[in-house]
């Protein structure tokens, strides 16, 4: 995570506190910033990629969006990672206890860390979330 940032620190702690999903069923994969996750790690070994990306274009730098607008930016989001060639998982983020409503997202698979750095800055994102190899969820501030 960046040392700088011009996100507010109360919106880092949100990204930091919310629980990433892959999926929409009782099998989904919840990622934790910071924590190693087996099912994602097994996800990587079964698809053969190393990486992958949690997503999303709601509500650009944290600011919320009319319903519309974000449908639209999610779709625009899925037909860019697929036309990278990328397998792709919708899900949501959300933070427990929250009033915030849960973000559509899409979990990229074999997606490098530069490319999805880019997509977020693309999307007007303030973060996204990546993990390598180890199969830890890292949150990436972008501003």
């Known amino acids: 995570m960046a040392e700088?940032?011009?996100i507010h620190p109360d919106k880092v702690r949100?990204?930091?506190?919310?629980?990433?999903?892959?999926?929409h069923t009782l099998q989904d994969i919840v990622l934790t910033?910071?924590?190693?996750?087996?099912?994602l790690a097994a996800l990587?070994?079964?698809?053969?990629?190393?990486?992958?990306?949690?997503?999303?274009?709601?509500?650009?730098q944290g600011n919320a969006q009319p319903n519309a607008a974000n449908e639209q930016g999610h779709a625009e989001l899925g037909g860019k990672l697929?036309?990278?060639g990328l397998q792709i998982i919708e899900g949501s983020?959300?933070?427990?206890?929250s009033d915030w409503p849960a973000e559509k997202s899409y979990f990229a698979l074999g997606?490098?860390?530069?490319?999805?750095?880019?997509?977020?800055?693309h999307f007007?994102?303030?973060?996204?979330?990546w993990a390598g190899a180890d199969a830890v969820a890292q949150l990436i501030l972008l501003r």
Request: aromatic residues 8%.
């Open 4 to 6: 700088t940032t011009q």
């Open 14 to 23: 949100a990204y930091l506190a919310t629980d990433y999903r892959l999926g």
């Open 33 to 39: 910033i910071g924590q190693h996750s087996k099912r």
């Open 44 to 60: 990587f070994a079964d698809k053969v990629v190393h990486c992958g990306a949690f997503l999303t274009a709601y509500n650009p």
């Open 82 to 84: 697929q036309a990278l």
């Open 93 to 97: 983020g959300s933070e427990v206890g």
């Open 111 to 121: 997606l490098s860390l530069e490319t999805a750095k880019a997509i977020g800055t």
């Open 124 to 129: 007007e994102q303030d973060a996204i979330v």
